[in-house]
């Protein structure tokens, strides 16, 4: 008789994020193929956005990003309070290596929208037709993988992931953020956004 031997996945709070950024970069490289793609691009990197903000305020221990509703069941705390936790000294006093950082006027404008405007609505998606217009997707992308740099390096997200993990979560938001800037959309985008020269 064979016997089989169980196989086992494990993954934490950092893997799970991890994953995510790895995901979100794969489809990445497929959207000027498959522009629909952008839709996964949009709903790995929330996922891993989140993944990374629950990690960093997490500290040591795990009640920290949870709550209890009234009867008693532990909820995890939502997108937004996540981020803004990761952000607070008073929350992230329990990490060695958080160092303050302040989010730009732009990032926090592309995570609303890759929040609010986007993947809630894929994630929800009500019966109707759809079309988005896609070139505001390479900034608001850029400014979210940015902030997940920020989030690993300015906390003990840093040393929890540790050797190739570390190593690998900076590789993907730097050959993501490489990808992006030599992207037509991009191109285009900053070209749009350029005032002309007038001549006087």
């Known amino acids: 008789m064979t016997t089989v031997t169980a196989k086992w996945i494990r993954f934490d709070e950092q893997t799970n994020a991890l994953d995510y950024l790895e995901k979100s970069f794969s489809f990445l490289q497929t959207v000027e193929q498959n522009p629909q793609n952008w839709k996964w691009v949009i709903i790995t990197l929330h996922s891993a956005l989140y993944g990374f903000a629950i990690s960093a305020c997490k500290g040591t221990n795990y009640e920290s990003v949870v709550t209890k509703t009234k009867r008693g069941h ?6 937004d309070e996540a981020l803004r936790r990761s952000q607070d000294p008073t929350w992230m006093r329990v990490n060695i290596n958080y160092r303050v950082f302040e989010l730009s006027l732009s990032q926090k404008e592309s995570i609303r929208k890759l929040h609010k405007v986007f993947r809630n609505n894929f994630e929800h998606f009500t019966p109707t ?70 001549t006087k």
């Open 129 to 198: 037709s759809w079309s988005i217009e896609i070139h505001g997707m390479p900034m608001i992308i850029l400014d979210c993988f940015e902030v997940i740099r920020l989030l690993i390096i300015y906390s003990d997200v840093s040393w929890r992931l540790r050797g190739t993990k570390i190593k690998k979560a900076k590789s993907i938001i730097f050959q993501a953020k490489k990808l992006i800037q030599h992207s037509t959309l991009y191109k285009e985008t900053v070209l749009i956004n350029t005032p002309s020269n007038t």
């Open 74 to 79: 532990e909820r995890l705390i939502d997108f």
